[in-house]
């Protein structure tokens, strides 16, 4: 009896060392081109964007009311105070068409500037708006379009004055929004069932079973025509560039790693970022065919929840607690 016990023993070690030996280590990006900057709040931080009149004007929002500005390219930032009341606002979205910006929030906030952020409107939204704002598009001069966490659409032309419905019925509560250059949106259902797609001219979402057994992370538009999905568990899809409803096989960047991934960002065609949990971030220089990792800001701790890039040469990765790292492009260190 004890003889099959030993036996057992080794037999589990041996499958212990054989699967560690298996692993696949990412080989490491050569050098760090994200560069952590330090700001002052530890608010969660959830969408950036710049002023298309001055490109070195930009703005960060976050929970609790948080709006940062910089005036430097994103180099350095300082808050903006807005006078919201004793509302606990969650600023989720914000997005600039020349000098004109919006902003987006819960519980019901939409803030509008003309002069380039300088100044800050606060619009009422109707009591019967279907759930709370969470993303917003700005368009042409006095046009924007609005979306909510259950997938209702919306479009203003006189600057927020007014908003005219795009789809008949929204789409159920939503884990993410995205939205096209040619004015497609897609959404994940909140608990990753499904996803759903709507084009323009379109009375309604028109819904799409998840492509394997686990569920969605997020999805998006490529630079590239493809659609792209995170699922759980770090697994990658891309669908044909001519055929949206066919995907690739599942990559998974990174076997080794308990924490998942979060979110994608084109730089280039080519070049694609892929942020998670815990500090990692990996990257693709050749359309997602082979990964690197940038282990230079694994230490960071923080998940990294949202990438975005303005422009090939300007982007920036934004976290919990405060945690943002801008793109520089040149070899950097990260501090913690």
């Not at 942020?275 to 082979?290: A, H, I, M, Q, R």
Request: glycine share 10%; aromatic share 10%.
């Amino acid at each position: 009896m004890s003889l099959m016990k030993f036996l057992r023993k080794i037999l589990v070690v041996f499958a212990v060392i054989l699967l560690c030996t298996s692993c696949k280590y990412l080989p490491a990006l050569s050098y760090n081109p994200w560069e952590l900057i330090p700001i002052a709040t530890d608010a969660n931080l959830f969408d950036v964007a710049f002023s298309e009149q001055n490109p070195n004007h930009g703005w960060v929002v976050g929970s609790s009311s948080t709006l940062l500005e910089t005036t430097d390219s994103g180099k350095s930032w300082e808050t903006k105070a807005l006078d919201l009341g004793e509302e606990k606002v969650r600023l989720a979205s914000v997005s600039f068409s020349g000098s004109e910006g919006w902003v987006v929030g819960e519980p019901s906030v939409l803030l509008h500037t003309t002069d380039d952020g300088n100044s800050w409107t606060r619009i009422q939204l109707s009591s019967k708006l279907p759930g709370a704002p969470y993303k917003i598009v700005a368009l042409e001069p006095q046009s924007a379009e609005m979306t909510t966490d259950i997938g209702a659409i919306y479009r203003t032309e006189d600057g927020g004055e007014h908003w005219k419905a795009l789809v008949e019925e929204a789409v159920g509560v939503v884990r993410n929004v995205a939205r096209s250059s040619e004015g497609e949106y897609m959404t994940v259902s909140a608990k990753g069932n499904f996803y759903s797609i709507w084009t323009p001219g379109s009375k309604a979402w028109e819904p799409h079973n998840r492509y394997s057994s686990k569920r969605l992370e997020n999805m998006g538009f490529g630079e590239d025509g493809r659609l792209w999905m995170i699922a759980r568990g770090g697994e990658l899809r891309f669908s044909e560039p001519e055929n949206p409803e066919e995907w690739s096989e599942a990559i998974k960047p990174e076997y080794t790693t308990s924490w998942g991934l979060l979110d994608l960002a084109y730089r280039t065609p080519e070049e694609i970022w892929v942020s998670g949990g815990s500090g990692n971030l990996v990257c693709s220089l050749d359309g997602g065919e082979t990964w690197l990792k940038d282990k230079q800001v694994e230490d960071i701790p923080a998940n990294f929840n949202r990438i975005k890039f303005i422009n090939p040469e300007k982007g920036f990765i934004l976290g919990q607690r405060g945690t943002l790292l801008r793109y520089t492009g040149q070899p950097s260190q990260a501090a913690v």
